[in-house]
């Protein structure tokens, strides 16, 4: 009884491996199929959006084009074939802005099939809903806003991040009223890419939106971060004071968002005054020496009261920043000889400005 | 009595065996779902998106070099070739006997700058001198020459001098994609309730392929059958294995040449365990554990590409060696952390991830050497069956081979890099090979290196002599 | 100005913005030489090009060494860096090696592109 189970287990595990040799050559087939044509399709597009851009567009402009997509067999039947070539189109829209958006736009419209993104945004799978989104944004679907608006708070990530995308791009500065008030935490990625295309769409900050928002009392610690990048990203130097409070907040992430921003800003003194009161408030010591490190490529004199209080603590981190800090200045000699004595144990030795 | 004893013993196996079996079938399934998801995922986050913004997180790479004098130039260009906008490289030299300082000094017109205040979190070697490019076109590359201290010290202090968010840890003889970085930074980019404390990715063997100024120019199979068959053995590891374990969050290792982790984490842990030789694995734990005491939520997670290429070892020799350490690694970070065995306060990974490593990685050569044993002495006492042990044998094999051509066709269905029926030829005949030719010298070698640990026998890493891809390792 | 006689050459691995820029020049009167694989770049060949426009990102390349090639293997007027990578960082490291007449990110302005091109 065991000897025929096992015969027939054995005939049925040879059978599989015969089916998987099968499908591993056709696999590689197919896939050595799709290349080539990808490859074909990438080629003729390029040919054929340099020409639309540059070249006079005639009656059977966009005829001819679809002539040459359908040779290619970019066909309704071939879905892939059509999904690469929309990825293609979102790809090369990306890559110009004026007058050449509106034509890549154009074209999008006039080649079939239409209507294929709004389609997808009414399936069940999210990765569909997603794509969806995405190309009515890329393509400028303007018409879609409110329709995108419904899926911001999605329960996928993906659908959601697409939409709060697509809002920012047909919104611009308005959009902020809404992802200041996300349902769920957002993303380094969802936040660079809002930050991103605000900047890429509406590149001239708007102070009276902003102004809306940032005096809001009930923003989530996401909603602040997005802020405090768009305050960096456009350079706002009047509301820098409102990335400074940040350091105050109880939450790490926000912490680590304000001292990642103040980075790159250019800090007047009064800023860098500011962000020292905030330093003893901080609790975690590597932020602490964060931001003793934003004092860096600033005068020296001018921080040197700040830097006395630092170099008495017992924190090496810390007391090493400094150091670093200092090395290269005036000071450098002396903070050397005080980093030596607290080695030692010894006290500092006389005269020492620091 | 002895039937009874007989038929107990068979039991046993019989028992793991199924299981073992369940757990390959459970794996199957979910590197597929979680393949399928990666790929679904990678449309909405490209490369390009990523080259193309600003606000992403730094990466420093660090790759420790000893004795690489004759390739160390090309790895180091390969390395300074990767694409991301915001990356340093750290070459920290352990140490060499050889002129690779002298090399590198040479060739990328460096010079010295002081380190004295440079703050060094993690204890290691002394360092003896930190070296920058007066060339713009070097001047993300640093390098720090220390005392011998192993590999581990010298990935601690490429930590402890990186300034950046992230760190890679690599070595400086592997050939690693352009676009690595940036495919690998997606998960911390997309991370939101569970922190990311690590991501690791696919390695690849690059031997007899065609390497150019230490960019891969054309994959090609490897000549010698044992350093293909360890492309199979690379391929089922990575694409089933790691990939079910990270669809779970069960990832309990991320490959010492290829891995990702976020440096405030790597210095709360004190870096990398110099004491242990599998310190790669000896780290993902502890970085897991130390989550897992601070009760934060976070994730080990896995990126389903090759995008590391390394040379495996081609001669048994060598190849004992490696896999001896890697036991004694094993056995090392196990028994270190056994009082996280069935212990609820480490949740899922001390009630099942670390019982099933015990029993499943680090239990499986014994068990099987005993089934060798039981075998033997069945035989001579008469119980076999042996219509039955035959069919038995061959439906396991059956089994294996199916499972080495699931691995390989997710793997050509998934991925570009073995494209030519004859390249699949030869993997799928060193993978049918395996048991009679490969599986033996690994199991003696994993019970060479428990041995070693039971009877306390010093045994090291091992001193690398480079001549490019495809050298030998000798033991120091 | 009068363009016709003006040589220019396009380095880019997409496929996509090489013809588009290739078209650009072409439309304002320079002759365009347009290649997306660098290792077809002749380090032999001696030809001027009033003006090269360049990725900074190829295979097999690291960006900055990349540029000091192109200083060393090339003979050419201006230089212009057009990719789709963030060059924030390397602007400066990239302006030491050679003096680049302008960078530019995508999404690119090809309108205000060309507008400076003929302007020079």
């Not at chain 1, 065991?2 to 696999?27: D, M, N, P, Q, R």
């Not at chain 1, 490529?297 to 150091?323: C, R």
């Not at chain 2, 990356?87 to 050889?98: C, K, P, W």
């Not at chain 2, 896995?302 to 094993?330: H, M, N």
């Amino acid at each position: 009884m065991i000897e025929k189970v096992l015969e027939i287990a054995v005939y049925l595990a040879f059978g599989f491996l015969l089916l998987l040799w099968g499908l591993t050559a056709y696999s590689m087939f197919r896939q050595k199929q799709f290349v080539l044509k990808k490859a074909k399709i990438k080629l003729l597009f390029a040919q054929l959006i340099s020409e639309h851009l540059y070249d006079e567009v005639s009656k059977t402009h966009f005829i001819e084009i679809q002539r040459l997509l359908q040779k290619e067999k970019v066909v309704e039947s071939r879905p892939k074939n059509v999904q690469y070539l929309i990825d293609l189109m979102i790809d090369v829209e990306n890559y110009f802005a004026g007058s050449q958006q509106e034509k890549i736009v154009l074209l999008y419209s006039q080649l079939p099939p239409y209507n294929v993104s709004y389609k997808k945004t009414l399936k069940k799978d999210w990765h569909i809903i997603a794509r969806g989104i995405r190309e009515l944004y890329e393509m400028d679907q303007r018409k879609y806003t409110k329709y995108i608006l419904r899926f911001r708070n999605h329960s996928n990530i993906f659908v959601r991040r697409e939409a709060q995308i697509g809002i920012v791009v047909f919104l611009g500065w308005k959009s902020l009223r809404f992802l200041a008030y996300l349902k769920y935490t957002v993303s380094l990625w969802q936040q660079i890419a809002i930050v991103e295309k605000l900047n890429i769409y509406y590149p001239v900050p708007n102070l009276v939106e902003l102004d809306k928002i940032l005096n809001q009392k009930d923003i989530p610690p996401s909603g602040k971060e997005i802020l405090m990048r768009i305050i960096r990203k456009f350079d706002i130097e009047e509301k820098i004071d409102y990335i400074i409070d940040q350091l105050e907040s109880e939450n790490y992430d926000l912490r680590e968002t304000a001292l990642f921003c103040l980075a790159s800003l250019d800090l007047n003194p009064q800023n860098l005054e500011r962000i020292q009161t905030f330093y003893e408030k901080v609790p975690d010591r590597f932020q602490k020496r964060q931001i003793l490190l934003l004092h860096r490529g600033y005068p020296v004199e001018e921080q040197l009261v700040f830097f006395k209080k630092v170099l008495k603590s017992n924190d090496e981190l810390h007391l090493k920043t400094v150091a670093n800090i200092l090395t290269g200045t005036v000071y450098e000699k002396e903070v050397d000889l005080l980093l030596q004595a607290r080695k030692q144990n010894l006290n500092a030795p006389p005269n020492l400005v620091l | 009595m002895n039937y009874w004893i007989y038929y107990f013993i068979s039991f046993f196996f019989f028992v793991y065996g199924v299981a073992l079996l369940g757990f390959y079938i459970g794996f199957f399934f979910l590197a597929k779902r979680a393949i399928h998801k990666s790929q679904r995922r990678e449309i909405f986050l490209k490369v390009e998106d990523i080259s193309n913004a600003t606000d992403v997180p730094s990466v420093t790479l660090v790759a420790p070099a000893y004795n690489e004098g004759r390739t160390i130039i090309s790895n180091v260009k390969s390395l300074l070739s990767i694409q991301y906008p915001f990356f340093e490289l750290i070459v920290v030299n352990d140490g060499s006997a050889d002129d690779s300082l002298e090399k590198l000094i040479q060739k990328f017109d460096l010079e010295q700058k002081p380190h004295k205040f440079n703050v060094q979190p993690i204890p290691t070697a002394e360092v003896r001198g930190v070296y920058i490019s007066r060339k713009p076109q070097y001047k993300q590359l640093t390098v720090i020459d220390k005392q011998n201290g192993g590999r581990a010290d010298a990935l601690n202090v490429g930590i402890n001098f990186a300034t950046t968010e992230l760190i890679l840890c690599t070595d400086a003889d592997c050939i690693i994609e352009q676009e690595a970085v940036l495919k690998l930074v997606r998960p911390y980019l997309e991370e939101v309730d569970e922190e990311v404390i690590g991501c690791g990715a696919g390695i690849g063997i690059a031997n007899d392929s065609v390497i150019k100024n230490g960019i891969l120019k054309e994959l090609k199979i490897p000549k010698k059958y044992l350093t293909r068959v360890q492309v199979v053995e690379y391929i089922r590891a990575f694409l089933l294995g790691r990939m079910a374990w990270s669809q779970i969050n069960g990832l309990l290792l991320i490959s010492g040449a290829f891995g990702l982790y976020p440096r405030n984490r790597l210095i709360e842990v004190g870096g990398l365990d110099t004491k242990t030789v599998g310190e790669d694995f000896e780290l993902c734990v502890r970085l897991r554990k130390h989550m897992e005491e601070q009760n934060i939520p976070y994730k080990v997670v896995y990126i389903p590409e090759t995008l590391c290429w390394t040379e495996s070892p081609s001669t048994f020799d060598i190849f004992v060696k490696q896999r001896d350490r890697w036991a004694r690694g094993l056995w090392e970070t196990l028994f270190n952390n056994k009082n996280m065995f069935f212990n609820p306060r480490y949740k899922s990974m001390g009630l099942l991830l670390f019982p099933f490593w015990f029993i499943f990685e680090f239990g499986a050569p014994i068990v099987e050497f005993l089934g060798i044993i039981c075998i033997v002495l069945f035989a001579v006492l008469g119980y076999i069956n042996w219509d039955v042990a035959v069919l038995l044998f061959l439906l396991v094999y059956l089994l294996g081979c199916i499972f080495s051509t699931l691995a390989i066709y997710l793997y050509v269905k998934n991925y570009p890099h073995y494209h030519k029926g004859k390249q699949i030829i030869g993997l799928l005949s060193a993978a049918y090979l395996e048991p009679f030719l490969f599986h033996p010298v690994m199991l003696f070698a994993q019970l060479k290196g428990y041995y070693k640990k039971l009877f306390k026998i010093e045994s090291g890493w091992g001193n690398m002599v480079r001549k490019g891809f495809g050298e030998e390792e000798k033991e120091g | 100005m009068n363009g016709k006689s003006k040589k220019s050459l396009v380095l880019q691995e997409d496929l996509l913005l090489l013809f588009v820029l290739k078209k650009m020049l072409e439309s304002i009167g320079y002759q365009c030489e347009a290649i997306d694989n660098i290792d077809l770049l002749n380090g032999e060949d001696k030809t001027h090009f009033d003006l090269v426009i360049t990725d900074v990102l190829f295979k097999g390349h690291a960006p900055l060494e990349f540029i000091s090639q192109i200083k060393d293997s090339l003979s050419f007027g201006k230089i212009y860096i057009v990719s789709d990578m963030e060059l924030s960082k390397l602007r400066k490291s990239i302006s030491n090696i050679q003096p680049i007449d302008g960078f530019y990110e995508t999404p690119i302005d090809l309108d205000k592109f060309k507008n400076n091109l003929l302007e020079q």
